[in-house]
């Protein structure tokens, strides 16, 4: 039975975000987090842009000491075998990639404007994914960008050169967030059914419906015989309106009206981090998380009215579909209402030593000491914000990959 999996693009789509984006550190500890939650896949980064390089070459050295794992790290690039080779260049141990170009006769159209055919477009899609073969890398997605925008018989025969040539999965990209739960269901379907390849979902929120157009795909996926994995960012932060929040889509997965009896996880998402991961990406991006919003909103457990409290106090199960414990929430916010040392871009030894001692960071010597400062201080320059105490901890545990997040020199 095919099965479904999470590649989630936070530090790809959502980083890409206008107005938003991540320090190197963050965009680590993304990654950190969506490990430890059971995800797939991260799509950690651009391979081919420069300030890219050391944070993309830190993580995969993190994958090699088994810290990243068994998380796939996998990287996005356009279809251009000039863009593969800059990659490779760039990046010699990356092993993932999704590799995309425009399919639509819109961005043909509108975008290449006529410098492009339908028959040119496959062929670079071949030649980078040749390209990418041939370099080693162990998988690669094969992006239909505007693909909701696609004449269905193109779409299958770009997918059907793609699968030719290699390709391990086709990404059906509803850029514009296009589609709607029927339409995808259709399109996915006859994909995996005509191609026979498993099939990524990339669903925008333009008109809201991004977490249920990614369940419509799958299901149309896996009913078309494949395996389906599905794009999402936490929070839902992403282009425009945003993409599908992971937790959002994995709760809808688990808990909507008998989704899960036919259609599954290939592999568990532990929701009990979810809260945890949610407030660091709302932390870290500076955007609050709504207070509706599915499992971590401020208000998804809340009851207000008489006859909810009432029911709910009876049976939690009389107003609410999933426990809050579930989410890994229940602990209570601790605020410093007093005293408060912040590790910030000009703290000293002594609070930086308070601080870590807090945390039962202990120092070797002063030398020891100094050298992680120095590190935080350089963190608090590229994130202006103060450090939360797992940022702290890494830096204490892993300085050598710490400096490479940090160094930052553009080119002449
Ligand atoms: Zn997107």
Redo the contacts with the bound molecule.
Sequence with gaps: MARIYFID?TNR?GVQTARLGLSKLEKTMINMYLNEMGVFQSEFGFPTTRHETLYLQANLELAAMGVLQPIRLGGWIRAIVADVEEAFKRVPNIKHLNISISTSDQMIQGKFRGRKSRANIVSMMVDALEAARAHGAESVGVNAEDASRTRIDFLVEFGLAAKEHGADRLRY?D?LGYDNAFTIYESVRTLAQDVGIPIEL?C?GDLGMAVANSLAGAKGAIDGGQDAYI?TTLNGI??RAG?ADLIATALAITKSKGFIKKYRLGKPIDLTRAWKTSKFASYAFGVPIPINQPGVGANAFAHGSGIHADGVLKDPENYELYGFDELGRGEPDLVETGREICSGLYIGISGFSHIMGQLEVSFDDAKHAEKILELARYANVASQKPLVEEQLLFIAKYPEITRKLLTLIPPD
């Design positions: 693009v789509d990209c850029t990339h925008h794009n992403g282009e993409n």
